[in-house]
């Protein structure tokens, strides 16, 4: 009976040095595996914000959104241009807010 307990004892630590091995040698794989889970899309789709300095007209700057649609219209690989020209609006509240009177 001594005898089958060496062995599986053994037999254990062989399985457990080969795990190891097995485990950390797998380190050595990483540079040829890719790192991400979803790879980088191409969605071809890029975003431009053109910001004026305040006090511009609306006026002056829907001329330059303009200037900047012809430039963009020069390159054929552009099917699609959206713009869009908005004004911020600042909103002022009293210090009692929405419901009461300061």
Known sequence: ???????????????????????????????FIGKEFQPQVDESFISLRLNTPVGTSLEFTDVKV????????????????????????????RPAGLFGRA
Do not use: D, H
């Open 66 to 93: 303009r200037e900047v649609e012809q430039v963009l219209k020069q390159f054929p690989e552009i099917e699609l241009a959206v713009l869009y020209l908005m004004a911020a609006v600042v909103l002022l509240l």
């Open 1 to 31: 009976m001594a005898n089958e307990t060496s062995v599986r004892i053994t037999n254990r630590g062989i399985v457990l040095w080969i795990a190891l091995l097995i485990f950390f040698g797998s380190f050595g794989l990483l540079p």
